[in-house]
C-alpha cells in the first residue's frame, strides 16, 4: 500500500510485492515466465554466491523489451520465504538468451537460519511510537531481510496507518530491527504534494461515456478512466460525475464539477504523454487506466496518489490556495504509479529524493506534452496553486524555495524528500536547457561550469529509460549519475553528446 503526496513532510517508498499480512498492492501486467526462468538461470550462473545461495529464490515483477529483442527481467529477492527489502535486481539479457549483466540495489546474502528475538508485538508499539500522525493504529506486519550497504538485517516491516493533523491519510511503514528492537528506517506510504470546463487549464476536450441519456465522465480511450467526486468524504469511491449535456463544469469554483474536469484532463494528458512518447500503455504498462477523485475532505490543500486503490486524489485547497488540480501535479500523482511499477525507488533517502525528482520531471514534461496556453510549459512546480502565484518548487535553481538543495552533499540524504530532490530537479533542467540565463530561469552550476542543455525529448527519455530499465530500489544519487549514463549510451551512444552532457550536468550539482 503507497500513497504519495505533492507536499513536504511525508515520503513514500517501494514495497516488495511479497506474502505477508500487509495490504496487497495492485497487480500488474501478465508477464512472461519463460522470461523469468531464463533471467534467474542467468542471474545465478553469472553471479556471486550471494545469489545461489541455499534459500535464495525470486519472483517475477514485470519485463521490458527493448526494439532489438533485448529483454530487461525485473525481480523481487527473497532470502528463506522471506522478502529482501533492497534485494530487486534487473536482468539484462540480450538476443539469443545472452547475458548483458544485472542492475542490483545490494547483493548481500542475508544470514542463514536468523531468527527474531523481539516479538511482533513489541515491534508494533514501536513502530507506532516513531509515527507523527495524529490519529495512529498497526495495519500490518511482517518479517524481512532489510539490505543495505553493511549487510542484511533480519527486521519488522511494520505498516501503520490514521492520518496527519490535515487530513491526509497515513501509510508509515517502519523498519524495526528484529533483533535489537530500534528502528532501521522508515517511509511514508502516502505520497502527497500534491468537453471540461476547468479552474487551471481552460476548456478542453475530456473524454465521457454515453450511459442511457447520462454523459459520465468516463474515458474508456485511456483505460477506463473515471472521475469521481468525494463531496468532502476521505474514504470510499464516491460519486461518479455526469453531465446531461456532455459539458462539465464552467471554469469556476463554483460548480462542483470544474475540478472534476481539471483531473480527468490531467489523467488524460499524463496518458497520452506516456504512450505517444515512450509507448507506455497506463501507469502499470497494462492498459488499465487509474481513477481520480476530487474534492476530499474539507480544505485540503494537498493531493496524493495511491498504489492501494489506484488512484489520484485531488483537495480543493484552503486559505491561500487553489484546488491542487494543475496539470503538472496530475503528472507529477501519476508519475509516482510508474515509479512504484517500475524503479520502486524506496521514499527515504536520496533514492526517496530521486523518486520525488522523477514525479517532478515528468509532471514537468506533461505540462509541456500538454501544450495548453492557460498553462504553459515551464519549470515551475505547482506555480498555479497559491494564490500568490509562488511555485512550489523551482527547477532551475531549487534553493530558491528556501528549503531545496541545488548541489549534492553528504547532507542530501537527510533532508525530507521534498527537497532532497532538488539535486536531481536542477540536474535535470541542465541536462535539458543548459546553464546560465534562459526564458525559462537562470541556472548556476556548483562547480562553476558551463553546461548546453540537450532539450527535453532527449533529456527525458535519458531519464525514463534509466528509472525503468536501470534504477531500483535503492538507487542513490551515484547510481542515478550511472544509470542515466548507461542509458544515454544505450539511446545515443558512450561516445555521443547526449553521454557527454549528462556527464556533464551530474558534475555541474556535484554528483561525480
Known amino acids: 500500500m503507497r500513497r504519495t503526496t505533492l507536499l513536504g513532510g511525508l515520503a513514500t517508498a517501494a514495497l516488495l510485492a511479497a506474502a505477508g499480512t500487509l495490504p496487497a498492492t495492485a497487480s500488474a501486467a ?30 517475477l515483477k514485470n519485463v521490458q523489451t527493448d526494439a532489438d529483442g533485448t529483454e530487461h527481467v525485473r525481480l523481487n529477492r527473497y532470502a528463506d520465504g522471506l522478502p529482501v527489502l533492497g534485494g530487486d535486481t534487473v536482468v539484462h539479457l540480450g538476443k539469443g538468451n545472452t547475458w548483458k549483466g544485472a542492475s542490483q540495489s545490494l547483493a548481500a546474502a542475508p544470514t542463514r537460519g536468523a531468527k527474531a528475538r523481539v516479538s511482533a508485538a513489541t515491534a508494533g508499539r514501536v513502530a507506532l511510537a516513531a509515527s507523527t500522525a495524529a490519529t495512529r493504529r498497526v495495519d500490518g506486519t511482517q518479517l524481512v ?56 487549464s481552460g476548456t478542453v476536450t475530456v473524454g465521457s461515456t454515453l450511459s442511457g441519456s447520462t454523459y459520465q465522465l468516463a474515458d474508456a480511450t485511456r483505460g477506463g478512466h473515471k472521475t469521481y467526486d468525494l463531496n468532502g468524504g476521505t474514504s470510499g469511491t464516491g460519486t461518479l460525475v455526469t453531465s446531461a449535456s456532455n459539458v462539465f463544469g464552467d471554469g469556476t469554483l463554483a460548480n462542483r464539477q470544474t475540478a472534476a474536469a481539471d483531473a480527468a484532463y490531467g489523467a488524460q494528458e499524463t496518458w497520452d504523454f506516456y504512450k505517444n512518447t515512450f509507448g507506455r500503455n497506463g501507469i502499470r504498462n497494462d492498459g488499465v487506466g487509474a481513477y481520480s477523485r ?64 522523477t514525479s517532478d520531471i515528468f509532471g514537468t514534461l506533461v505540462e509541456f506534452y500538454a501544450a495548453n496556453s492557460k498553462d504553459a510549459g515551464d519549470y515551475l512546480i505547482g506555480e498555479k496553486l497559491r494564490t500568490s502565484g509562488a511555485p512550489l518548487r523551482y527547477m532551475d535553481k531549487p534553493s530558491k524555495d528556501g528549503a531545496s538543495a541545488d548541489c549534492y552533499s553528504t547532507r542530501v540524504k537527510s533532508l525530507d524528500v521534498h527537497y532532497s530532490s532538488g539535486v536531481a530537479n536542477h540536474f535535470f533542467y541542465l541536462l535539458a536547457v543548459g546553464s546560465g540565463s534562459s ?19 532527449k533529456a527525458g527519455a535519458i531519464w525514463y529509460r534509466a528509472l525503468t530499465t536501470y ?19 544505450d539511446l545515443y551512444g558512450s561516445g555521443s553528446a547526449e553521454y557527454t552532457t549528462v556527464a556533464a550536468a551530474w558534475s555541474a550539482v556535484s554528483v561525480n
Open 471 to 489: 534504477m531500483t530500489s535503492r538507487t542513490d544519487y551515484a547510481g542515478a549519475r550511472a544509470a542515466t549514463l548507461s542509458a544515454a549510451a
Open 30 to 59: 501478465p508477464v512472461s515466465t519463460d522470461a523469468f526462468t531464463r533471467a534467474v538461470a542467468q542471474l545465478k550462473a553469472h553471479s556471486g554466491s550471494a545469489l545461489v545461495a541455499d534459500g535464495q529464490s525470486f519472483t
Open 145 to 200: 531481510h532489510d539490505a543495505d550497504a553493511a549487510g542484511t538485517t533480519l527486521a519488522y516491516e511494520v505498516v501503520v496507518g490514521g492520518a496527519y493533523a490535515d487530513g491526509t491519510p497515513s501509510e508509515l511503514h517502519v523498519l524495526v530491527d528484529a533483533t535489537t528492537g530500534k528502528v532501521r528506517d522508515s517511509w511514508e506510504g502516502v505520497q502527497r504534494d500534491g468537453t471540461g470546463n476547468t479552474f487551471h
Open 294 to 357: 476530487v474534492h476530499y475532505s474539507t480544505n485540503y490543500a494537498n493531493a496524493f496518489w495511491s498504489d492501494s486503490c489506484f488512484c489520484m486524489t485531488y483537495g480543493d485547497g484552503g486559505s491561500g490556495w487553489y484546488p491542487l488540480t494543475s496539470l503538472d501535479v496530475a503528472g507529477h500523482e501519476m508519475t509516482h504509479g510508474v515509479t512504484s511499477n517500475t524503479a520502486g525507488l524506496r521514499y527515504s533517502g536520496e533514492s526517496g529524493g530521486l523518486n520525488e525528482a
Open 439 to 457: 526564458a525559462y530561469g537562470n541556472s548556476p552550476t556548483c562547480n562553476g561550469s558551463t553546461v548546453t542543455g540537450i532539450g527535453n525529448a
